[in-house]
C-alpha cells in the first residue's frame, strides 16, 4: 500500500462544513491511538463545488431537511453541542488564511485554533466569516491579534489557501470531511470507523 505507516493523516476540512466539526471531535483521538499524528488541512468547498456541480447540502431539496437533522442526531451520539448557525453556510477564507498562517509558526496552535473555529461556529452557532471574529478566536489560543491581522491581507497567505485548495482537488478531495490514510481515501464523518480499522489492520 502506498505511504508510510508512520506518515501523518491527512484531515481535509472546510470550517463551514458541520460533519467537518464533528469528524474533528475524533480523528486525533483516532490516530493518537494508531501512533499517528493528523495533518489537519483546511480548503475552501466552494471552489469544488464549482468542479463537481454541487451545492451546500442544507440547500438541497429533502436532503436538506434531513441533514439538518442528522447534524442534532450525530452530534448527541458522540456527547458534543450543536447549534445551527444562521446565516449558513459562510466564508471562510480569513479562518482558512489564518490556520496556515499559525500552522507556518506553530502547528499545535494552529489545531487548537482550527477546533475553535470550529467550536465558535456549530458548538455555538457563531459567525466566523468575519476577520474579526477569526482574529479574538487566534487571540484566545495565544496568537499574537495584530500581527494575524495584518497577515489575512497578504498576497502570499491568500495564494497559499488557494495552493491548498488546489492540491485538495489535485488529490481527489470533494467534499468535508475527507481523510487521507496512506493514500486511501475516506470521505465523510461516518468512515471514522473504517479510518479506526484501517489503520488497525493495514486496510483490506
Known amino acids: 500500500m502506498p505511504g508510510s505507516q508512520d506518515a501523518p493523516i491527512d484531515f481535509y476540512i472546510d470550517f463551514s462544513s458541520p460533519y467537518g466539526y464533528l469528524a474533528g471531535h ?12 493528523v495533518m489537519w488541512r483546511p480548503f475552501l ?3 469544488v463545488f464549482a468542479i ?7 440547500s438541497q431539496p429533502m436532503r436538506g431537511a434531513y441533514a439538518l437533522h442528522d447534524f442534532q442526531r450525530s452530534a448527541r451520539a458522540i456527547n458534543i453541542p450543536f447549534v445551527m448557525p ?15 498562517w499559525l500552522h507556518d509558526r506553530d502547528p499545535d496552535m494552529a489545531k487548537r485554533f482550527a477546533k475553535s ?5 456549530f458548538g455555538e452557532g457563531g ?5 474579526a471574529a477569526i482574529v479574538a478566536i487566534a487571540e484566545a489560543c495565544g496568537a499574537d491579534g495584530a500581527e494575524l491581522a495584518d497577515a489575512l491581507t497578504d498576497p502570499a497567505i491568500k495564494e497559499r489557501l488557494k495552493a491548498e485548495t488546489q492540491a485538495a482537488i489535485d488529490r ?3 467534499g468535508s470531511p475527507f481523510t487521507i490514510v496512506d493514500g486511501e481515501p475516506f470521505w465523510g464523518a461516518d ?12 486496510g483490506w
Open 26 to 37: 475524533g480523528i486525533d483521538e483516532i490516530a493518537e491511538k494508531h501512533g499517528r499524528e
Open 45 to 47: 468547498l466552494g471552489v
Open 52 to 58: 463537481t456541480g454541487q451545492s451546500p447540502l442544507t
Open 86 to 100: 444562521d446565516p449558513f453556510p459562510v466564508l471562510t477564507l480569513a479562518a482558512g488564511r489564518a490556520y496556515y
Open 117 to 121: 473555529v470550529y467550536h465558535r461556529m
Open 127 to 131: 459567525d466566523i466569516s468575519k476577520p
Open 172 to 174: 481527489g478531495v470533494f
Open 191 to 202: 468512515r471514522l470507523e473504517q479510518v479506526d480499522k484501517w489503520l488497525g489492520c493495514g
